[in-house]
């Protein structure tokens, strides 16, 4: 006769080994939110007003804060809708669309001699080469090296005038290869740890409109890709679900392998 109870604790071992998680294989891949976070040059930046912080005169200590700033600040996603009349705004894209296996493509070197470089398809062929076929469903991340410069607004921008953002320098993607990702690889989301999915210089963002029109949305300023394989991590993108929003916040983060 089969023990109910071996049965129970079978299971419960059972559910406690899949769902165990090994913080050695976290990666977590957000910059903070502060004053000092790095926002888009018009953007309004990221505040944190104190309203309480103390001990009350009950005896217990209490913190409360408001706070506010652009959708696009620090590390965010672009909803397709940002670029993209008619496709999902923040809070429709579902949530299978932001998890999912990472790919991440190396272009640290070309980054390096090149502060304007695009990822071009070409560079996705040579990976693919290398690793094999990019699997529809997977969420591209490009490391262009470019965290080492975080906090460092001239550096990470290449300029670090307020209020205008008509002379930047910084890698992105190319619209032959973002439209290559989404009508070849059928990719859920895309993200790469610069400002912009388009690069610096661009003044169209063709880039954004290719992906928007494709409901693909975007990580921008992601941290710690260099902790990340080629393949193998999974990687959950949590966005703030902001009612008709273009983009928010992003909490992001990787399961190694």
Known sequence: M???????LS??????SAYAIDDKKLVDMTYSFSADTLHWPTAKPFQ??????????QGFWYSSYNYGGSEHVGTHL????HFAEGRWTTEQIPLGQTIGPAIVIDVRRQAEADRDYRLSAGDIHRWEKRHGCIPAGAIVLMHSGWGKYW?????????????????????GLSK???????????????GLDTPSIDHGPSKDFVV?????????PIF????????????????????MKIKGGSGAPLRIFAVLP
């Not at 089969?2 to 129970?8: D, E, H, K, V």
């Not at 299971?11 to 406690?16: D, F």
């Not at 954004?208 to 693909?216: K, M």
């Open 151 to 171: 906090g460092d607004r001239k550096r990470y921008f290449g300029s670090d005038q307020p209020g205008d953002a008509s002379d930047l320098h910084f890698p």
């Open 78 to 81: 672009d909803a397709p809708f």
């Open 220 to 239: 921008e300023n992601v941290a710690a890709l260099e902790r990340l394989p080629a393949t193998g991590a999974t990687v959950f993108a949590i966005p």
């Open 11 to 16: 299971v419960l071992v059972w559910i406690s």
């Open 208 to 216: 954004h409109q290719v992906l928007g029109a494709a409901n693909v």
């Open 176 to 190: 032959e290869a973002a439209a290559f990702l989404v009508k070849e690889r059928r990719i859920k989301a895309i």
């Open 48 to 57: 944190l007003e104190k309203v309480n912080e103390g001990m009350t005169p």
């Open 2 to 8: 089969t023990n109910p109870l071996a049965i129970l």
